[in-house]
């Protein structure tokens, strides 16, 4: 049978705070997948750095409010989700938005579910994403994530459904492409 410790004990033996040399490896390790994350959120990689850069200042001011033992990366991602959606708020004051918030949290979500699936595919998609025109990602946007008709886009556009399928095709051959190259490079 476990003996519970006496109070004065069982304080001593409560999982300490990380160290530094611990937490910069912990920031360290999750960089590449921050990254990733990030650009999704932010629909482009213009904001990827100020972003990414306010997120890491947070993690090492706040290292001690991170619980040893749990998730860092979810803890990062979190960080990075609300440093994200402040720089969104901004964005949409100077009138530079190109998702709603409702999309922004819903990329968000499918992002932390692919990168814990496959870390590299998704990074890369991620970085090649980030390429990506803002026209090229309000098609992408009404195509997998909207569920918007093309037609309808189209209309809205002045564009032909045709020429909206031929771009939405170019679009996933670059990304394609640029995927295979960014896999090629990390391997």
């Known amino acids: 049978m476990h003996k519970s ?3 004065n004990q ?11 040399q611990e937490i910069e490896s912990k920031i360290e390790s999750v960089q590449s997948d921050l990254r990733g994350y990030i650009i999704s959120l932010s629909g482009h990689s ?17 290292k001690d409010d991170f619980e040893v033992g749990s998730n860092f990366k979810a803890w990062a991602f979190k960080v990075a989700y609300f440093k994200a959606m402040a720089i969104r708020r901004d964005n949409i004051r100077r009138g530079e938005v190109v998702f ?4 922004a949290q819903r990329i968000s ?16 998609m991620r970085v090649c994403l980030g390429k990506l025109s803002t026209d090229h990602l309000k098609l992408i946007n009404v195509k997998y994530l909207q569920g918007k008709s093309l037609s309808s886009f189209a209309l809205q556009t002045g564009k032909s459904v045709d ?4 771009s939405i095709s170019r679009i996933r051959r670059a990304l394609r492409s640029c995927i295979e190259k960014q896999l090629s490079e990390n391997h």
């Open 163 to 166: 020429a909206i399928h031929k």
């Open 5 to 7: 410790l006496p109070d």
């Open 100 to 103: 709603s918030e409702d999309i």
């Open 10 to 20: 069982q304080a001593e033996h409560l999982p300490q705070n990380l160290s530094q």
């Open 46 to 62: 213009g904001d990827c750095d100020d972003i990414l850069q306010e997120t890491n200042l947070f993690l090492w001011e706040r």
């Open 109 to 124: 979500a499918e992002a932390g579910n692919f990168f814990n699936q496959r870390p590299d595919t998704m990074n890369a």
